[in-house]
């Protein structure tokens, strides 16, 4: 699933955000009350979610790994 198939209110949620509605959506479709449909459209909503979390995971580690290297792409050392 590509990022421009995440709607923009997902994009806007931060990762524990993104979390949390991730976590009920799953306690509704435990629910036997959930018609098909409407199991599917959650289920959609469900991998937009993860694959927002995903790409923030991947944004953080890029941050990180960046951090770690000066301005001469040297690794920095620790003494």
């Given at each position: 699933m590509k990022?421009?198939?995440?709607?923009?209110d997902i994009k806007t949620k931060s990762i524990k955000e993104a979390q949390?509605?991730?976590?009920?959506?799953i306690t509704n479709l435990e629910s036997t009350e959930i018609n098909l449909t409407e199991s599917m459209d959650k289920?959609?909503?469900?991998?937009?979610?993860?694959q927002h979390i995903q790409e923030?995971?991947?944004?953080?580690?890029k941050k990180i790994k960046d951090s770690n290297y000066?301005?001469?792409?040297?690794?920095?050392?620790?003494d």
């Open positions: 990022s421009k198939n995440i709607p923009a949390n509605e991730i976590k009920e959506i289920y959609t909503r469900m991998l937009q979610l993860n923030q995971f991947k944004k953080k580690l000066d301005n001469n792409k040297r690794p920095i050392t620790k």
